[in-house]
C-alpha cells in the first residue's frame, strides 16, 4: 500500500489517453496533467513565430530554439494550457499542432525544459499523467503504469470524429496518414521514445468502451492505493 498514487498512462495518439486520464483523475479525487498538451503549447509558440522544423535542424536552428525556450512558460493546471501566461488550451486542439509538436518533442532541449517541469509538477503527490515517456522515463517509479493503445484505424477514426466537430473539411484517410507518421516520429525519435514501460499493463481499447477502461484502472489503483 502506498501513501501517494501517480498513475502514468502512456501510449500512441488517439488511444483515449486524455479522455481516460481525465475519467480516473475525476473518479480517485486526485489530479490530471496532460503533457501532450505542454508538447502543443510550444508547438503553438513556435509556429506562431513562424519558425517550423525542417529535414536539416542546424547548430544556428537549434540555438534560436534554445534562446526562445529561455524565455517561455508552460504550465497546465486544472484543466488549462497556459503558455506565457495566456490560456491556449483551444488553439493546441488543430491537426497542424499535432505533427509540428510531434517534430518539437524530439529536441532535447525542448524534452529537458518539459520533463523537469513535469517531474516537479508530480513529486509527492497523487495525480494522473498522461503521455509518451511517463512511465519509462518522467516518473520511472509511479505506483500505476498502463500503456493504452487501439488500432491505428480505430484511433483515425476517433480523432476523425472528434475534428470533425470543429471542421467539416476534415478527410479520414489523410488523418490515419498523419497518425501513422506521427506514431513513426514518436516511436523512433532518439531521446524519451514512445515505448511500453516493462512494468506497465498493456490494454488494447479498440473494443472497449470508455467506461470499461477507466473502471478497470481504477480498479488497479484501488488495490494499490
Ligand atoms: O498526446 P498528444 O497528441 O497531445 O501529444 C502531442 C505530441 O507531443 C505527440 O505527438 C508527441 C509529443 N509528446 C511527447 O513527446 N511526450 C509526451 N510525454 C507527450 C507528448
Redesign the pocket.
Known sequence: MSDILRIAIDGP?GAG??TVAKAVAKKLGIDYI????M??AIAYKFMSLGIIPGKDNDAQFQDLINKILASTEVDYSKGITRLDGTDVSDKIRTAEI?ST??SF?AFPSV?KKLVSLQQKMAQEKSLVM?????GSN?IKDAELKIFLTASPEERARRRFEELSKKNDKVDYEAVLCDMKI?DR??MSRQL?P?VKAEDALELDSSNMSVDEVVDLICERAKQLF
Open positions: 495518439g489517453k486524455s496532460d503533457t501532450g498538451a508538447y502543443r499535432s509538436a510531434s518533442s524534452r498522461d503521455g509518451r515517456d511517463i518522467v506521427r516520429n514518436d524519451n514512445l
